[in-house]
């Protein structure tokens, strides 16, 4: 038989090629129909990261704190007091609290394909949703951070506010473009597995341009071209406004919105159709 | 290759079409033998071409044994036709998505059996609901009820290859992948499994079993495909191809 035949015998029967890239909508639906595996499998990771230390969940928060007053340490003694924002305590909490948020679910991405690699090779399933279940996870592990920010936040005498409330869809905003960030980090370290010892750095990077324990509107005054440039950063302006609606003193411009959303769309659809064209890249060496 | 397709009934299940599976590896040593350069990462590449050209057609009803020595490729092939190992060329087709069933395949070692079941359950296509109305049933097939609290990667393998073959199993499908899953199972769950894999055929499914033994080769298979060194060497009736595979070792 000719190679050809053996096709023509395979299309007549109905048969079709196996592992071969659904079309993007029959990805979705097929990702869609699993979504019991990633909210699942991201629940068993969280119940067995819990168990594996003895304060199980109390370091999701205890982390943050304790980044929280190492930085709040060396920064509030060695920066000049001018480039200290005012209520400093409750400026770095924020800005920590709310980078673990994004800097876990980077780093939980770049790991997602890579680390189930005995999952990927014995079972077919869309394998997005090992990234999303990252994801979940996260968002999961951000309750009880915000929960703690807001008491820390009262503890240093901020009011408690309506606008509290515009956390919800600040965050909603940024999981959607940590779920693009996660994504794009899952297939890349696919491809290049040394990328997961650069993720680290990434992080770091975008940790100081973040402004999370100085005030970057302040320190880059007469700085204009670079002021857009850390503008342009997308966790900067999520940072910035969860400040502005939960620390006085701290206002927010129309532009922070403009590009919260416009990076939480452009990163997750991008994310989305970049990791599916990779779909038959994973669990192959 | 003695027996063409055409003596067979049933509609065609799995096609395999001059499938051909490459393996990029970084050799060390003295394969790799090269100079210190960091940046000439190329110079330790080796590749491994461990399926050369397979052609064959599964049908509905036939049960296949796979075998050949250690290394030939049937675990590459296993992994091919259930979509998990991109073929280097050539392409592999089938009526249903394929479930294969290996040895190395632990799923999560960190989690308990019990968490095992419900998202092997969950990955293989069902919804919660039905993985919560299996769960009993895997865990009875399985034998392994008061081993199911303990994580996964603290069972003996032939547990595992228990657990594994039970979730496999819970759910109908029509092509089924079994890479020596059954090899470390004790006599009693072989013959249960043995008996399962009979009742899939039966509902005109198609198995692949890759094994050793030839006893269970012999046992539950209805045609044989003997590979070697990546290439189809035999592909015909269970006796004919085993008697010549002992033949050869000879
Ligand atoms: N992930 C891999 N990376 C590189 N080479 C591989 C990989 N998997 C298999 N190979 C090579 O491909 C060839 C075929 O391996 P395969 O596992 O398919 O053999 P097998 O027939 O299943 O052997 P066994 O009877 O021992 O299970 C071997 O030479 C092996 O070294
Ligand atoms: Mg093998």
Redo the contacts between chains.
């Keep these: 038989?000719t190679?050809t035949d053996?096709?023509a015998?395979?299309?007549d029967?109905?048969?079709?090629?196996?592992?071969?890239r659904p079309p993007l909508r029959a990805y979705i639906v097929q990702t869609w129909?699993?979504r019991?595996?990633a909210s699942?499998?991201a629940r068993?990771r969280l119940q067995?990261a819990m168990s594996e230390n003895r304060l199980g969940m109390g370091w999701v928060v205890l982390r943050p704190i304790l980044n929280a007053i190492l930085f709040g340490t060396i920064f509030g003694v060695i920066m000049p007091s001018d480039t200290r924002p005012d209520n400093f305590v409750a400026f770095l909490v924020v800005g920590v609290f709310i980078f673990e948020y994004f800097t876990k679910t980077m780093s939980g991405g770049a790991n997602s394909i890579v680390g189930s690699k005995?999952?990927?090779?014995?079972?077919?399933?869309p394998r997005i949703l090992l990234p999303i279940a990252i994801v979940i996870r996260q968002f999961v592990e951000l309750i009880p951070m915000l929960l703690v920010m807001m008491v820390i936040l009262l503890v240093v005498g901020e009011p408690i506010q309506w606008s509290w409330l515009m956390l919800v869809p600040v965050m909603m905003l940024m999981t959607l473009f940590n779920l693009g960030i996660a994504l794009i980090t899952a297939r890349l370290t696919v491809h290049v597995r040394d990328l997961s010892q650069i993720i680290p750095l990434v992080s770091r990077v975008v940790f100081y341009t973040s402004g999370i324990f100085f005030d970057l509107e302040r320190v880059l005054a007469d700085r204009q071209e670079l002021l857009t440039l850390a503008r342009l950063n997308p966790v900067h302006d999520f940072i910035a406004l969860v400040r502005g609606y939960m620390v006085t003193g701290n206002p927010i411009e129309p532009f922070m919105w403009w590009i919260a959303i416009g990076a939480a769309v452009v990163t997750s659809s991008f994310g989305l159709v970049f990791f599916w064209k990779g779909e038959?890249?994973y669990?192959?060496? | 290759m003695t027996e063409g397709s055409a003596t067979r009934t049933g509609h065609p299940t799995v096609v395999v079409d001059d499938l051909h599976i490459k393996y990029k590896t970084f050799a060390s040593g003295k394969a790799a033998s090269g100079t210190r350069a960091l940046l000439q990462r190329q110079r330790g590449i080796r590749v491994v071409h461990a399926v050369k050209g397979m052609t064959f057609v599964a049908h509905e009803g036939e049960s296949i044994g796979v075998i050949g020595h250690n290394g030939s490729g049937k675990s590459s092939l296993m992994r091919a036709i259930a979509g998990l190992q991109s073929p280097a060329s050539g392409s592999v087709f089938a009526s249903s998505q394929p479930a294969l069933l290996g040895v190395n395949a632990a799923l999560l070692g960190d989690l308990s059996g019990s968490k095992n079941v419900i998202l092997g359950s969950l990955a293989l296509g069902n919804s919660r609901a039905q993985a919560d109305a299996v769960y009993q049933d895997i865990v009875d097939f399985s034998g392994l009820e008061e081993f199911i609290d303990l994580p996964m990667k603290t069972y003996s393998s032939g547990m595992a290859a228990r657990l594994r073959f039970s979730i496999a199993v819970s759910r109908d499908h029509q092509i089924l992948l079994v890479d020596e899953a059954l090899a470390v199972g004790d006599k009693e769950f072989r013959a249960k499994s043995e008996a399962r894999i009979r009742e899939l055929r039966e509902q005109a499914g198609t198995v692949f079993l890759v094994s050793h033994s030839m006893r269970s080769i012999l046992d539950t298979c209805s045609r044989v495909l003997w590979i070697d060194h990546g290439n189809l060497k035999m592909d015909g009736d269970p006796q004919e191809v085993v008697d010549a595979y002992q033949a050869s070792k000879n």
């Design positions: 038989m190679p053996l096709e015998l395979a299309s029967n109905g048969l079709e090629r196996v592992g071969a129909r699993r019991d595996f699942t499998l068993y067995a005995s999952l990927v090779r014995s079972l077919s399933f038959e890249r669990g192959r060496d």
